[in-house]
């Protein structure tokens, strides 16, 4: 599967960003789809995840009741919607791919297929 990540930009601190992922070889319904991001210096670490066919979601500390993940079936793709973004959330963002959900879905070598990258810079 391919995926395109697109929707980073720059943003004042307390807006909000949507970052999409675009799958392409394989639908995002049968598809563990996955969050990470990667500040300047640091490790890439895990943001969310959504579980192939019944949509189940699980995400970071650091974002919950902030961020949303969703799949769109029609578009083939998922979704990021953050919102009340932080300085602390700017980082490149990925989007990952594995067939099927695994317990270590907060690993990002459980992943087999990543997406590019989009860059989400929240100015404080």
């Known amino acids: 599967v391919q995926l395109q990540a697109s929707g980073g930009g720059l943003v004042h601190a307390g807006g909000s960003l949507r970052l999409s992922c675009a799958a392409s070889g394989r639908t995002v319904y049968n598809s563990a789809m996955a969050w990470f991001r990667q500040a300047p210096g640091k490790e890439r670490e895990f943001v969310s995840a959504?579980?192939?066919?019944?949509?189940?979601?699980r995400y970071a500390d650091s974002v919950k009741g902030r961020f949303t993940i969703s799949r769109d079936n029609t578009r083939n793709t998922v979704d990021l919607q953050m919102n009340s973004l932080k300085p602390e959330d700017t980082a490149v963002y990925y989007c990952a791919a594995r067939s099927y959900w695994t317990v270590a879905y907060y690993d990002q070598g459980q992943y087999s297929n990543w997406g590019q990258g989009t860059l989400v810079t929240v100015s404080s």
């Open positions: 959504i579980r192939e066919m019944n949509g189940a979601t």
